[in-house]
């Protein structure tokens, strides 16, 4: 059982490239997240999807979008990549919104991203 | 503003020796609380998850506490292991019924444990 898994693990990006971030997830989950983690600062929602064909801006969407053609998988894609979104961006899913009550959030190992 | 504020941000303790590490939130309405452990260079992994009504909760080594009305939390290890070794962040959930989204979090920047021989 692989749980959340996210490629590549590190990526170095000229200003301007663009690249797509990769998060597949194997417990059919309905709920999932992208954050990214800027060093000593807590973790920021940048989008998330609550079922495929179904997603939502976050607190930080500029510069990112995202698609959830199927349960399992949430690219996140980097347009015209700027200094300021170098960060580690994690990945996570769970069956129903945090809020809602315990519901475990599970993370992946991070995609760990410089943008020079 | 909904914030979780953590102390220390970082703590050295000997092998063997207990620790406390404390979060204090504004958050409402209240929905629950979570204690993740994040190792270096990996995603956080769930510890424990407290409601409201629970004010203990216990994971082998690891025991957190809850105080809704003071808007407090501990995260208590015992008998510290090298392997404790992490930054453990607190997260607290918004009520959906205050009109926030069920998926809302607001995270703690964490406390930085090192455990030394």
């Known amino acids: 059982n692989a749980g959340v898994t996210q490629t590549p693990k590190f990526r170095i990006l000229k200003i301007g490239q663009s690249m797509t971030l990769q998060c597949t997830q194997d417990?059919?989950?309905?709920?999932m997240y992208w954050y990214r983690q800027d060093p000593g600062m807590g973790l920021k929602l940048i989008y998330y999807?609550?079922?495929?064909?179904?997603?939502d801006k976050g607190e930080v969407p500029n510069g990112y979008n995202v698609s959830r053609s199927t349960t399992e998988d949430f690219p996140l894609r980097l347009e015209l990549a700027a200094p300021s979104q170098t960060s580690v961006y994690f990945c996570?899913?769970?069956?129903?919104?945090?809020?809602?009550?315990?519901?475990?959030?599970?993370f992946g190992p991070g995609t760990r991203l410089t943008v020079t | 503003k909904n914030q979780v504020e953590q102390s220390p941000q970082s703590l050295i303790i000997l092998e063997g020796k207990n620790c406390t590490l404390q979060?204090?939130?504004?958050?409402?309405?209240?929905?629950?609380l979570r204690w993740y452990k994040q190792d270096t260079g990996r995603g956080p992994v769930s510890l424990t998850i407290?409601?409201?009504?629970?004010n203990t909760k216990s994971n082998g080594r690891y025991t957190a506490t809850l105080d809704a009305d003071t808007k407090q939390s501990s995260l208590h290890i015992t008998a510290s292991q090298l392997s404790d070794s992490a930054s453990y962040i607190c997260?607290?959930?918004?009520?959906?019924?205050?009109?926030?989204?069920?998926?809302?979090?607001?995270f703690g920047k964490g406390t930085k444990l090192s455990v030394i021989p």
């Open positions: 996570a899913s769970s069956s129903k919104g945090p809020g809602l009550g315990a519901y475990e959030q599970y």
């Open positions: 417990m059919n989950h309905n709920y």
């Open positions: 999807s609550v079922g495929a064909g179904i997603t």
């Open positions: 979060c204090n939130y504004t958050v409402s309405p209240f929905s629950n």
């Open positions: 407290m409601t409201f009504s629970e």
């Open positions: 997260v607290v959930s918004k009520a959906p019924y205050s009109g926030a989204g069920s998926y809302q979090l607001t």
